[in-house]
């Protein structure tokens, strides 16, 4: 069995912009509206669920005001430079940009893309939620864009 939140109609979403180095398109610094979706696979429990929905969406909104209207930058890019102060100076290339340091996250993906951004949002609802046992399977989506999804699952147990 799943179960599923659709980011989309539960309002886990946010408005981010970014660039991704060396893309010719994508290169240049622009934005998206992100949805995050997960889908649980596993047996119903005990309390007739896989796991309840509530503690799962808490952690979805958590994330995603995390970097509701910034600026994302890849923490892990070998071709990025980013200089922290009260001001974040980064240089790609021969483009240098300086934003207010409250206005960037630093995300440890070494691009963001939808597809490490979505593995990162993965890796961390892993380390934080306590899955039920019951829980086998947990996939993660991040929409850059509407029919355009990339997906990150991890099998919890066999």
Aim: proline content about 3%; glycine content about 10%; aromatic content about 6%.
């Amino acid at each position: 069995m799943r179960i599923a939140i659709d980011g989309n109609y539960s309002g886990i979403r946010f408005s981010a912009s970014h660039f991704i180095p060396g893309h010719d398109k994508c290169g240049r610094l622009h934005g998206h509206s992100y949805v995050l979706h997960l889908v649980l696979h596993g047996d119903v429990g005990a309390n007739g669920m896989i796991m309840d929905f509530v503690d799962l969406k808490k952690a979805l909104k958590t994330m995603v005001d995390e970097l509701d209207h910034r600026v994302l930058l890849p923490g892990r890019s070998a071709g990025v430079t980013i200089t922290q102060g009260s001001e974040v100076e980064v240089q790609v290339g021969s483009k240098r940009y300086v934003f207010p340091a409250e206005d960037v996250a630093i995300l440890d993906v070494a691009q963001c893309s939808a597809e490490e951004m979505a593995g990162m949002a993965l890796e961390r609802l892993i380390r934080e939620i306590e899955f039920t046992p019951n829980v086998r399977y947990v996939e993660v989506g991040l929409d850059e864009e509407r029919g355009q999804t990339a997906w990150a699952g991890r099998e919890l147990r066999p």
